[in-house]
């Protein structure tokens, strides 16, 4: 049990950024409340923000302005190399501990939990001396961490890849059985992979995450006219409200051959992912969910920070992959042909369900509760 303890999320969302860390988050935070803990975020304003969200969930919000990024800041200079994202936090590292500074000093909390590839051990250390226990989400192992306890729920990693990165005595949780999903995920399985022991191809659910800037599922949904679906077969799109490209998709489903439907803002996606036959969906977070209820996929690498998650999984044999968006147009009718033998959806389902049980947010929490004592 976590008791009466006060967690700090520091995740941002963006159109650059998307949706998944704050999301995952999210999910944390409320299995963290079930147990009894006061949460609270603190988030840039970016364009694409999820500070409505959060405070639909109940959460208390600490708002980080766009305009921070113009502060000076005193303290040391700033290092000559910088994260790979750094680009992607609107601030240098020492204006966004600052300005965190003042909020975790009135908090005083037990946890802060940091989900962000644009800041690391500078961030960190600057922040160090206001809580009592560092929890990193993580999932590139490119860059260094002065921190109690380090999640990465890829495929692919291992404890060694973060051997230089972490301190000596941080513990480690690695791999996709620590995989933060909903608990609807982990409650579902059962019924999802039930019903993939007579796979056929009549429903295709498209999600390429919330916000889908290079608009795959556009794409997506251009490629599949060229592929010879059954005439029963039905397609649903699944997006977020701050999808730029949201108008475009609504206009292209209505013109499709098969009945398509776009469904925005949904809170049922466990269910979606259950009735559907195939998902063609983007590589990131959401994989795992996927995995969890044995869902046969083609997957589409959307960043370069989803390669190495991407290709551990087509090395297992769970998914079909499409490595950039502008290949959909070749490689998803051939992808659709595969799965047309239903010997290969059953494959499919049945190596990705080894990779996921829907358990970790448990498994994370536990070791928190551990080191609270």
Same mark, same amino acid.
């Given at each position: ?9 520091r995740a941002d969302a963006s159109l650059q950024i998307g949706s998944g860390h704050v999301i995952r988050c999210l999910t944390l935070a ?41 502060? %000076? ?64 989400i993580d999932d590139l192992a490119d860059r260094t961490h002065i921190c109690d306890l380090l999640l990465d729920q890829n495929l692919g ?42 796979p056929e191809l009549q429903h295709i659910l498209i999600t390429m995450g919330g916000v889908d800037q290079a608009n795959a599922t556009g ?67 959401? %994989? ?19 390669? %190495? ?33 239903? %010997? ?30």
């Amino acid at each position: 049990m976590v008791n009466k303890i006060t967690v700090v999320f520091r995740a941002d969302a963006s159109l650059q950024i998307g949706s998944g860390h704050v999301i995952r988050c999210l999910t944390l935070a409320e299995a963290l409340r079930v147990e009894g803990a006061e949460c609270h975020f603190i988030c840039r304003e970016h364009p694409g923000h999820l500070l409505d969200l959060i405070r639909s969930k109940g959460f208390n919000i600490h708002r980080l302005s766009t305009l921070d990024s113009t502060v %000076s800041s005193g303290g040391p200079v700033r290092p000559s190399v910088e994260p790979r994202h750094a680009h992607w936090l609107g601030a240098t590292q020492l204006q966004d501990a600052e300005a965190c500074q003042k909020i975790l000093e009135d908090l005083k909390p037990d946890w802060l939990v940091v989900d962000h590839y644009a800041l690391d051990v500078q961030w960190e250390t600057s922040l160090q001396a206001f809580v009592h226990h560092l929890l990193v989400i993580d999932d590139l192992a490119d860059r260094t961490h002065i921190c109690d306890l380090l999640l990465d729920q890829n495929l692919g990693h291992t404890e060694r890849d973060y051997t230089t990165l972490v301190p000596s005595d941080c513990r480690l949780m690695v791999g996709p059985q620590y995989a933060l999903l909903r608990p609807e995920f982990a409650e579902l399985r059962k019924q999802s992979l039930e019903r993939r022991h007579s796979p056929e191809l009549q429903h295709i659910l498209i999600t390429m995450g919330g916000v889908d800037q290079a608009n795959a599922t556009g794409v997506s949904l251009d490629a599949l006219k060229a592929c010879s679906l059954p005439a029963s077969c039905r397609i649903s799109v699944v997006m977020g409200l701050n999808a730029p490209n949201l108008a475009e998709v609504a206009g292209a489903a209505a013109n499709m051959p098969w009945p398509t439907e776009v469904l925005v803002n949904i809170t049922d996606m466990a269910e979606r992912m259950v009735s559907a036959d195939v998902v063609i969906g983007a590589a990131g977070s959401t %994989s795992w969910e996927r995995c969890c209820l044995g869902v046969p996929t083609i997957m589409v690498v959307l960043a370069d920070n989803q390669k %190495s998650a991407a290709e551990a999984l087509l090395s297992s044999g769970s998914v079909e992959l499409i490595e950039q968006v502008k290949n959909i147009p070749m490689q998803l009718p051939t992808a659709i042909r595969v799965l047309a033998n239903e %010997s290969k959806l059953s494959e499919l389902s049945e190596s990705a369900r080894r990779i996921c049980d829907g358990l970790g947010v448990q498994k994370v929490i536990k070791k928190m509760s551990d080191m609270n004592g």
